[in-house]
């Protein structure tokens, strides 16, 4: 005898998201609720997620903007490099002489 599904889930998402995702998910002959189903099966056979999760994307205007001048400086042969955190601190160190 099957076994009849009696939990549920409740989610609050974007409008716009579950659109799309219905879309998406439709296109494959799945309903959102299955597709939700699918995914719970294959993360519990998984042991974990069912596909690679990749680093947060930086889309704020300071990140940017902080990644863009890492950038810069990374390229800029004028930047001052250091061998090791050490080294890094004696310099600081050096250059506080109460100016």
Known sequence: MAKSKTASINVRLYPELKQEAENVFAYHGL?????????????????????????????????LAALEECNQLENDPNTKRFRNAADLIADCLEGDDGE
Do not use: Q, Y
């Open 31 to 63: 309903s959102l609720p299955d597709a939700i189903t699918v995914f719970l099966n294959h993360a519990c056979m998984a042991g974990g997620f069912p596909f690679e999760l990749k680093g947060a994307r930086w889309h704020d205007p300071v990140s």
